[in-house]
């Protein structure tokens, strides 16, 4: 298959663009390098069946040149950070939503075979009741999640309107290798790098907000299962663990599996804006439809990533280009 991922250079994209190089499809790889880095893709610039474009997806000229050469779009490019989001709004707004446009619109004029669309847990706001299926109301609290969810729903009526065949994942806190540990990072990798430099990890609120990290192996296989499953009545699916733990819970568990809990403690500082309280996820309709279910705890993607980030050097990871 001739594969774009858009968004190829950041954390998942790059997970994807490897798989599926090494599987021999034509990989291209589209990236405005806002929030992706060169590193993350540098190992695949070698191979004949990988190119890299950088460009963006609100450029529309540019896009139609990619995608009437394509069989399966993965749309990951977006502006992903909920702080960013609340700072910059119409930038959020404007890659978010006007690019999954330009994505849908060019899918549906050269005829797509499959469009796997990149949204969020985060459009399902704080939870009503968990675990959260796809059927839980969807009240986002930050101009990130509503900007995701204003994609999400385009994607889905231009699905039913159109006949589209778009498939949307929403995956929950997703972490692992390459995720980035500074700026407007997740918080994973921020705690990791604190703690291994003998710093307190900072906690925003009280650090009772729970959530359902899931390791970047078991979405990579979440792709996987849409992009060869023969086509879906169901259109939208969760990917999560179903377990949750509380981000002072968090801290506490990563000062441990680094060893520093005789002179660590997690810090606390002012709740940030927006902020959603609890996410748990009902991966049930994946597991009945596309047979996948979460392989990772936490405890063994948290070894796995720790193992990573005490032997991988992050200088130069800031943006080479």
């Not at 619109?105 to 459009?123: N, P």
Request: some cysteine.
């Amino acid at each position: 298959m001739r594969i774009l991922i858009t968004g190829g250079a950041g954390f998942i994209g790059s997970h994807l663009c490897e798989k599926y190089v090494k599987e021999k499809h034509t990989v291209i790889c589209l990236d405005n390098f806002m929030s992706g880095n060169l590193v993350n893709i540098r190992g695949l610039l070698n191979y004949g069946n990988f190119k890299l474009i950088k460009g963006d997806v609100r450029d529309f000229d540019l896009l139609e040149k990619i995608i009437s050469k394509v069989d399966v779009i993965m749309h990951l490019a977006a502006q992903i950070h909920t702080d960013k989001s609340i700072v910059e709004p119409r930038l959020t707004y404007d890659i978010n939503v006007l690019g999954t446009q330009n994505i849908l619109e060019l899918a549906k004029r050269y005829d797509v075979s499959k469009i796997i669309y990149a949204s969020t847990s985060e459009v399902y706001g704080t939870a009503e009741y968990t675990p959260m299926d796809e059927l839980h109301p969807l009240n986002p609290s930050h101009p990130y999640g509503a900007s995701k969810l204003a994609a999400d729903r385009m994607c889905y009526a231009y699905k039913k309107t159109y006949g589209l065949p778009i498939y949307i994942m929403r995956p929950f806190n997703t972490y692992g290798p390459r995720q980035k540990d500074n700026g407007y990072g997740a918080v994973i990798s921020i705690f990791t790098r604190r703690v291994l430099s003998n710093k307190n990890p900072i906690i925003f609120g009280n650090g009772n907000q729970v959530r359902d990290y899931v390791y970047i192996e078991d979405i990579v296989r979440a792709y996987d299962a849409i992009l060869n499953s023969s086509p879906l009545m169901d259109s939208i699916f969760n990917f999560g663990t179903g377990v949750g733990i509380t981000i002072s819970d968090l801290a506490n568990l990563i000062i441990a599996k680094c060893s520093r809990q005789d002179i660590l403690n997690p810090s606390y500082t002012d709740p940030r804006p927006g902020e959603v309280d609890k996410l748990i996820c009902n991966a049930k309709k994946a597991q009945d439809i596309l047979n996948w279910k979460s392989q990772y705890s936490i405890h063994v993607g948290l070894n796995i990533f720790i193992d990573w980030y005490s032997n991988y050097n992050m200088e130069g990871w800031e943006n080479p280009l």
